[in-house]
């Protein structure tokens, strides 16, 4: 086997330029793929993270909840539920939420705008809107003031300090109405949250939708350790019991998760185009050492060497050369991508106003991911796989007279 | 000892317009240390006899007995293997690997025929050393003078401890002097080592040294002395 995998090497540099051009074809395509790839999955998990930091790993509804998001299907806090939840190993911390759809008026103009109730301290440690906040300022426990998308403000012409007035459906048919000041004005990431997001204290929100029993909430927000995310899922599902529902993440992202998806084939097809092209490189290579050994394979043939050892060392011959690539383009690219991934590109200007209109961070980030290093070098070295075929066909149908003959 | 039998050998190739008899009847027997050329015209089936003979090439009719074993009974892998076991090849054109070195070339047979490293790399300098190369082991092909290349392709060929070697014209592309070496060490070989060589032939000086000639002519043996 020695002997085979020698030749197949010196075979290569019977025509340097020849390999050189061959393995600076696939490093190059093997270094736009992983650039891409690590773009694209850099990207995605952004985008995961951001959505996981804001609605949980899983939420906790009252049943049917998410599908009719309706304040009569609120529930009220249970502390034991609570308790059950928190006392699982793996469950970091929970955040619970209430949230109602409301009109929100100011001077001669109304909107609609999404109530958030949220525990100030609690929420601002995981989801970090004081840090959103561009005047005024962020909520405290108990203050009846609202935090709200500069959208908003921009929208119905309110400023710090000024009286918002919020009107919408309380639990079980009741008329929630109340007269709030805006103490804060923020910036989010996501147009959509800037349109329509109003934070405020939880517990002043329970006593607008509901006052006559504390306590009422549309979800709890459950954070948990990573990898735990499908144990806990079902761990909860069965303490909680038939009364709630529990949702993933991927549930409640879907929606991002379908675009990612989407996106993702875009890529794989662009990879496809590319890695076609190295294909026919690699190929074209290969069928030139194929034919121009001609003689070379009927003389050892005929003096016994079997054609199943022709065939490996051809393979072999495609396998360096891929390789040689692989290596290569590894080499350059990693720490690229290391760099990359630790000081992610913030983006300015117009692509930052690109980036947001998609929902997204301004941020170009790389992910270093070992399955994108992995995935791509495999590709590479199927298609070299795949390229050696042509000479497996050449050898085995192959008349040594013939070929002597010329 | 007859270490070749052939008894009434026909080869018509039929993928021509017209069918070509190149091989029309030959039954001839070689013994154990003969110095035997086959010679005839451009056209006269040397080539194709010896082909047969190598195993290269199937007979339409008669049998080629090498041994104990007709060469037409076997298959084509059975008959690479023989051809690995039982018969050393020369060619032309030489048709070294070009990327293994002259020791790399001749060990590399015995290498196919699974003989342990340090065994094969002993035969191998061994070899070098009788047809003259010593001190080339480490020459590629393209670093070699034809006749030493030719010279590396006869050590390729006796590395497997053939019963006979088939030389296609080995001195067709050599000049006088390295035909008159490279026939001189074939010659001593077949009286040192009783090495069966037989070589299909133009060339006279190849005639010259050979002890028996087999002529053919229209695929048929016409003389032989």
């Known amino acids: 086997m020695k002997i085979l995998i020698i030749m197949a090497w010196r075979n290569l540099w019977r025509n340097k330029r020849r390999t050189y051009i061959t393995a600076t074809s696939v490093v190059l395509a093997l270094v736009l793929a992983l650039f891409m790839r690590s773009m694209q999955f850099g990207s995605y998990e952004t985008m995961i993270r951001a959505g996981v930091n804001e609605v949980g790993n899983m939420q906790v509804h009252d049943t049917g909840y998410w599908d009719n998001k309706t304040i009569d299907r609120a529930f009220f806090t249970n502390p034991a539920l609570e308790q059950k939840i928190s006392s699982l190993p793996g469950v970091l911390h929970m955040l619970p939420h209430l949230e109602s759809f409301v009109l929100a008026s100011y001077g001669d103009k109304t909107k609609g705008v999404q109530l958030v109730g949220v525990n100030p301290e609690a929420e601002d440690r995981q989801v970090k809107i004081s840090g959103k906040i561009t005047s005024g300022s962020y909520l405290r426990k108990g203050q009846a003031g609202l935090v709200i998308g500069d959208k908003i403000a921009e929208y119905l012409n309110i400023n710090i300090g000024d009286s918002l007035v919020v009107m919408g459906q309380g639990y079980e048919g009741t008329t929630a109405v109340g007269i709030y000041p805006v103490t804060g004005i923020a910036h989010y990431v996501s147009p959509q949250m800037n349109n329509l997001i109003v934070y405020m204290d939880l517990e002043t929100l329970q006593k607008l939708i509901f006052p006559f029993q504390p306590g009422l909430l549309t979800g709890i927000s459950v954070y948990c350790e990573p990898g735990l995310e499908d144990q806990l899922l079902t761990t909860i599902k069965a303490s909680v019991g038939d009364h709630y529902d529990v949702i993933s993440w991927k549930v409640m992202l879907s929606d991002m998760l379908q675009s990612i998806k989407l996106d993702n084939l875009s890529g794989m097809v662009m990879l496809m185009i590319l890695y076609i092209i190295v294909a026919f490189g690699i190929f074209s290579t290969v069928l030139m050492m194929t034919v121009e050994r001609r003689r070379q394979f009927a003389v050892m043939i005929s003096i016994g060497m079997r054609k199943g050892k022709l065939v490996v060392t051809s393979i072999f011959e495609s396998i360096f050369i891929a390789l040689i690539g692989v290596v290569a383009g590894l080499i350059l690219t990693t720490p690229a991508l290391m760099y990359l991934y630790l000081n992610p590109i913030r983006m300015t200007g117009e692509m930052a106003a690109m980036y947001e209109s998609f929902n997204q961070e301004p941020l170009m980030a790389f992910s270093i991911a070992p399955s994108i290093f992995f995935s791509q070098s495999l590709i590479v070295l199927s298609l070299a796989l795949l390229s050696a075929f042509y000479p497996i066909f050449y050898v085995l149908r192959f008349n040594v007279l013939n070929a002597l003959r010329q | ?225």
Do not use: C
């Not at chain 2, 270490?3 to 009847?25: E, F, R, S, W």
């Not at chain 2, 003969?34 to 080539?47: D, H, N, Q, Y």
């Open chain 2, 1 to 225: 000892m007859s270490i070749i039998q052939i008894n009434n050998l026909h080869k018509t190739y039929t993928d021509t317009k017209v069918p070509v008899k190149a091989v029309n009847g030959i039954s001839l027997s070689i013994e154990e240390g003969e110095f035997t050329a086959i010679v005839g015209p451009s056209g006269s089936g040397k080539t194709t006899f010896l082909n047969l003979m190598g195993g290269l090439d199937t007979p339409t009719e008669g049998d080629i007995l090498i041994g104990d074993k007709n060469i037409k009974d076997l298959n084509s892998r059975q008959l690479i293997d023989f051809r690995l076991h039982h018969i050393g090849f020369v060619f032309q054109s030489y048709n070294l690997i070009p990327v293994l070195t002259a020791i790399e070339n001749v060990a590399f047979i015995m290498e196919l025929q699974g003989i342990p490293k340090k065994e094969r790399h002993q035969i191998a300098m061994e070899l070098l050393k009788k047809t003259g190369l010593e001190g080339k082991e480490n020459y590629r092909p393209g670093e070699l003078s034809g006749g030493q290349q030719q010279r590396v392709s006869v050590a390729r060929a006796l590395a497997s401890k053939p019963k006979f070697i088939l030389a296609d014209e080995p001195t067709a592309n050599l000049d006088s002097a390295s035909t008159e070496d490279l026939l001189n060490m074939m010659a001593e070989l077949n009286k040192s080592e009783n090495m069966t060589f037989i070589f299909s032939t133009h060339d006279k000086r190849v005639m010259d040294k050979a002890r028996r000639i087999v002529t053919i002519d229209d695929g048929k043996v016409v003389s032989d002395v």
